[in-house]
C-alpha cells in the first residue's frame, strides 16, 4: 500500500501507512527512516525528521 502512496504522492497516507508499520513492526528501522525522510525532505519540519531519525538510529544501534 505504501508503494502506491509513494507513486501517486500523498504525504498524509503515507505518514498514516509508516505510523501504521512503526506501531506493528516497532524493532524495524525502515519506517522510522522513511518518516524521517518524508518530515524533512516533503515537509521540510527538521524537528520531526530528527525525532523520527534518532528513533530509527536507536534500534539500529542495538542491530
Known sequence: MYGCYVE???TPKK???MKKMAKFRPKDSYPFQQLS???????NDVEQAQYYQNK???IRKFL
Do not use: G, P, R, W
Not at 37 to 43: F, K, P, R
Open 8 to 10: 501517486i504522492s500523498i
Open 15 to 17: 505518514i498514516e501507512c
Open 37 to 43: 525522510d518524508i518530515y524533512l525532505i516533503e515537509l
Open 56 to 58: 530509527a538510529n536507536q
